[in-house]
């Protein structure tokens, strides 16, 4: 009997025990659900106020595209990047966004010739605004744009380590097409290459820039040049001096004799190759032909002024350098 109660009494104590003990993690694990539940709501609160604040953000050097350029007119700009930009709005849109999200530019549409103070356009995502923008506006100056086709000129500088030599320029092209506005373009002088002699010891041949100058040799900027650049050959060349003597051949007026001749350019330089060259002492010249008037045929003493021209052997390689206007003046007497 007394094991039969002592299981019983431990039975029943064992129940109201087993109840308490659930009864506890009941409240435990609501508790915890509510504590979960409470964290959640407060944490989408703080996410909504973080998204929800605005904020305010600088970007720097955009640059500026110029749009619908008007036709044969040369532009110039006092700025080509915009410096600043302060943009305004949600943090979530402004706190990973990059300076190349926004386009800045200018349009020209419907613009002449003249001087403009033009509006700058930006583009940058929706739902942002601006606050400030430096500079706002592009000083714009169109001029009417202008070409012109100009034969180039060489000009040499320095001497070359060669003696007994004439350098022999040729180049190509001979002329270059020069577009610009028109108020540089009505500055322009000459258009020029430069070659440059000094040191040199044998033939050589070159690409060389072309210099656009002014009446004072100045560089005219704002002027483009079709080709920039030209190609120069130099060669050198043998030379010597030799003296001008009047033709054996020329006939005189009958009854007449020369008694003395003056030639304005008694000696001239000669190039060509060396063994050419060694042939020749002396190059003679045939004046014009002329007939007296018939009050010179009065006179017993006279003066002709004529021009004549260098004659070069038959079959000669050699040239003349410089094709200077040869005058003889002859002076006769009657026979």
Known sequence: MSNLFYRNGLSGEGKRMNKLFSSNIAVR?????????IWVVASDQS?????????SKNFYRIPIEVLNIPNNYSIKYDVSIIESVVLNGNSSLLSGMLGQEITASINLEGLVEGEYDVP?????PAGLNLV??????????????????MDVQIVTQGLPDITGVLPVISYKPETVLLEGP????????RSVVIVNLTGKLSNFEQAMDVQVLDANGLVVNDVTVQPSMISVTVLFRPMKTVTLKLDDDFVLPEGWVLTKVDINHPEVEIMGEQSELNKVATLEIMPEPFTLTEEEKTKLELSKKLKANIILPAGSLISVRDEKAIEVTLYLRKS
């Open 120 to 124: 700058v356009q930006l583009r940058y």
């Open 132 to 149: 400030a923008v430096q500079p706002h506006k592009v000083h714009v100056t169109l001029v009417g744009s202008v070409s012109r086709v």
């Open 182 to 189: 028109r108020t540089s373009l009505e500055k322009v002088a």
């Open 29 to 37: 694990i609501i508790s915890v659900l509510i504590a979960l539940v």
């Open 47 to 55: 996410i909504s106020q973080n998204t929800n604040q605005e904020m």
